[in-house]
């Protein structure tokens, strides 16, 4: 059984930080690459950041969290992190971490398997 399961989020004031953590099991860790995903009210999920070795560069950013977020792996843990500081309430929204074995990056679609989510709220 593939799970995907998300914590660490929370309300947080603007300029603040949070440490989200995506813990998973039923599948060979090492064998896939991650990505973290967010969906605010009323709009599209998008891709947040990414970590992968099937492409150039091993990690990738949305330009609207380049220098705030990054993302880690703990092999040993079998958990994927996104840190993510100077939070602004634009970045508000339901956070997904997924699974992916074609290095998808920020796209959703080739994306296998999903968390439920955890919400972050960015107060002004």
């Known amino acids: 059984e593939v799970q995907l399961v998300e914590s660490g989020g929370g309300v947080v004031q603007a300029g603040g930080s949070l440490r989200l953590s995506c813990l998973t099991s039923?599948?060979?860790?090492?064998?896939?690459?991650f990505g973290w995903f967010r969906q605010a009210p009323g709009k599209e999920r998008e891709g947040v950041s990414a970590?992968?070795?099937?492409?150039?560069?091993?990690?990738r950013y949305a330009d609207s969290v380049k220098g705030r977020f990054t993302i880690s792996t703990d092999s040993a843990k079998n958990t994927v992190y996104l840190q993510m500081n100077n939070l602004t309430p634009e970045d508000t929204g339901i956070y997904y971490c997924?699974?992916?074995?074609?290095?998808?990056?920020?796209?959703?679609?080739?994306?296998?398997?999903w968390g439920q989510g955890t919400q972050v709220t960015v107060s002004s």
């Open positions: 997924a699974s992916d074995k074609l290095g998808s990056l920020l796209n959703p679609v080739g994306y296998d398997y």
């Open positions: 039923g599948f060979t860790f090492d064998d896939y690459s």
């Open positions: 970590i992968t070795w099937k492409k150039v560069g091993s990690t």
